[in-house]
């Protein structure tokens, strides 16, 4: 499997990091170091097995479904880069 | 007493509890140490008002007898740890002036247990790193030098700073966390004790997530007895992290008798890798002979996947980190990218993303991307869980077959220089957890030691690995190896 610039550019917008258009051939190429690395997977028979989930064997627990916690916008609010009257500010979303 | 930030912690519990010191007295020793030693770039957020206060209030309580193991001792916290009102970033640009307004729970029962925070420790950015190259804050320093020469070497990584502020003696102990390797890794490369605990033995809760199924804190100490020490004060079930155990925490310290007598212990023949320094070989025969003279059963054993778990590593770390780095968007904390005039809610997603990661965990978020997408989930990521499954049945079968504990080196090499690694591909990088990565993948408890100094006067580790669950008995072992060792060696001091 190779990754070629516009897969690369197509990775990047899924993962919402911006990549300048000059910058995708060096990223092209460090993901296709990495993948011919991951390759080797390939040689391994998995048949049958079944992919791990947890790696302890354990039920998770459940709380009781109550309010437990909550009252704390402001704390909330406190590392927001925008906030404005008890809110999320973020730039314009719907025309 | 002279030189109080040298003691370890049992040392100092012990001198704390005769009356023969005060808690103000080792932390001030401490940050004294601290200051003087800005050159390691470990301490990257100093408290000193939190750690006088603290200081006053542990010796209050040791006045009235009433004492718990951790009471008054000054210890480093890696930045990975949120801590309430204290800046927590994981070394991360897009966090610079995140101030959490909780603390995680293992700081707080360290907190609990009369322990003294001295400030935050440098580490690679959100963990992702062998070498502490990719914070924000600039490369951690290695106390160690080379006897010939003054290059800069690596504390390794991602617990870096705490690695480097253990062995400078700038505290008496410190916490890591382990994702990859992430404690034992850098204990190595700096002549210190580093455990990783069984997943689930610590709570993750208020830890940065990398990858959330394989993260784990653990203490970064001065002997195998503190580390016993401070594991017990980190350990325990949390409500609050569904993925943490409700198990008892067993007295680790008491555990340590050092009699190993008739345990057995596994030597791995896929670990013997190629091209692996001889220094590395000897050192691990050198361990061996030590434990069988204590007693032990020497076995070998074969763990057959050990060649596939890093490519599945790498998959995995990077899939998880993909989706637990999707929060750092500059909405709710953090960095937010300077718009321009018409830019939308996508542009500022994507220029606060750009801006605020560094190259590795850039590299990582798209690896993981790619491996989750619609075409790939199957072939990458699915398959990766399968080996991984395959990778936890080479231990289980080992350990039915009677192994107590498995003996490893820790890394493949010594500390190298800071910079060495930066025109290899990252790939290269990522071998250097090639010994500890299996350990997460199968969520056992790793625990790294000091063995030895190499031809050019730098620490070597060994690692050995243990049965779920059972750190006390991993400790006891480790303690046994570390009697046979004797492993004193400090770095020279030169900054």
Redesign the interface.
């Known amino acids: 499997m190779s ?1 070629d610039q516009n ?2 550019a197509k ?2 917008k ?6 300048e258009d000059d910058a995708l051939p060096a ?1 092209a190429a ?2 296709n ?3 011919d ?8 028979d ?1 048949e049958g ?8 064997p ?1 039920r ?2 459940r ?1 009781v479904d109550e309010v437990n916690d909550g009252g ?1 916008q402001d ?2 609010l ?5 906030a404005r009257e008890g809110f ?1 500010a ?4 719907v025309e | 007493m002279s030189d109080l930030n040298k003691l370890g912690l049992s040392e100092a519990r012990d001198a704390l509890r005769k009356g023969e010191t005060t808690s103000v007295e080792l932390t001030q020793a401490c940050l004294t140490a601290i200051d003087k030693a800005d050159a390691l770039n470990a301490f990257v957020h100093k408290t000193p008002e939190i750690a006088l206060e603290r200081a006053a209030a542990a010796d209050a309580r040791l006045k009235h007898g009433e004492a718990p193991a951790m009471c008054g001792l000054p210890v480093g916290i890696k930045d990975l740890f949120c801590t309430k009102g204290v800046a927590s970033q994981a070394a991360s640009k897009i966090l610079d002036g995140f101030v959490p307004e909780y603390e995680s729970t293992v700081s707080q029962q360290l907190a609990d247990n009369g322990a003294v925070m001295l400030g935050k420790l440098n580490m690679d950015e959100f963990a992702m790193g062998s070498s502490n190259e990719t914070s924000t804050y600039g490369n951690a320093v290695s106390p160690w030098r080379r006897s010939t020469e003054a290059t800069p070497l690596t504390p390794g990584g991602s617990s870096g700073g705490s690695a480097a502020a253990v062995a400078a003696d700038l505290c008496l102990a410190a916490t890591g966390t382990d994702t990859g390797g992430s404690i034992r890794q850098p204990a190595a490369f700096t002549g210190t004790v580093g455990i990783k605990p069984t997943y689930g033995r610590c709570s993750r809760w208020g830890v940065v997530a990398f990858a959330s199924s394989l993260d784990q804190a653990g203490p970064m100490t001065k002997s195998v007895r503190d580390a016993a020490i401070m594991l017990e004060a980190m350990s325990g079930h949390d409500p609050k992290d569904s993925t943490s155990a409700d198990l008892a925490v067993p007295n680790f310290e008491a555990m340590l008798t050092g009699d190993i007598r008739g345990k057995k212990i596994g030597i791995p023949k896929e670990y013997h890798m190629e091209g692996m320094p001889a220094e590395i070989e000897k050192l691990w025969a050198e361990g061996t002979a030590m434990l069988k003279a204590a007693g032990a059963e020497i076995v070998d054993i074969s763990l057959p996947h050990t060649k596939y778990a890093l490519p599945a590593y790498y998959v995995i770390a990077p899939a998880e980190a993909s989706s637990n780095l999707a929060r750092y968007d500059g909405v709710r904390y953090g960095n937010r990218a300077t718009l321009e005039a018409g830019d939308g809610i996508t542009e500022m997603y994507e220029k606060t993303r750009a801006q605020g990661f560094g190259d590795e965990v850039k590299r990582r978020v798209m690896v993981g991307t790619y491996v989750l997408s619609a075409g790939f989930y199957d072939a990458y990521y699915n398959r990766a869980r399968r080996v991984r499954s395959l990778i936890k049945k080479d231990f289980e079968n080992v350990f039915a077959a009677g192994v107590d504990a498995i003996l490893t080196p820790a890394t493949p090499s010594a500390a190298f220089g800071l910079g060495e690694m930066s025109d290899a591909d990252p790939v290269a990088m990522y071998l250097l957890d090639v010994f500890t990565v299996t350990v997460n993948l199968a969520g056992l408890p790793g625990i790294a030691l000091p063995a030895g100094l190499d031809s050019q006067g730098l620490p070597l580790g060994l690692q050995l690995i243990g049965r779920p669950w059972e750190e006390g008995d991993l400790l006891n072992t480790a303690y046994a190896l570390e009697q046979s060792t004797g492993f004193v060696a400090k770095p020279g001091k030169w900054w």
């Open positions: 990754i897969t690369a990775v990047a899924l993962a919402r990091i911006k990549v990223l460090e993901f170091t990495i993948l690395f991951i390759e080797q997977l390939n040689e391994v998995v097995v079944e992919p791990m989930t947890s790696v302890t354990q998770l627990k709380r704390q704390k909330v406190a590392n927001a880069p925008d999320f973020v730039p314009k979303v």
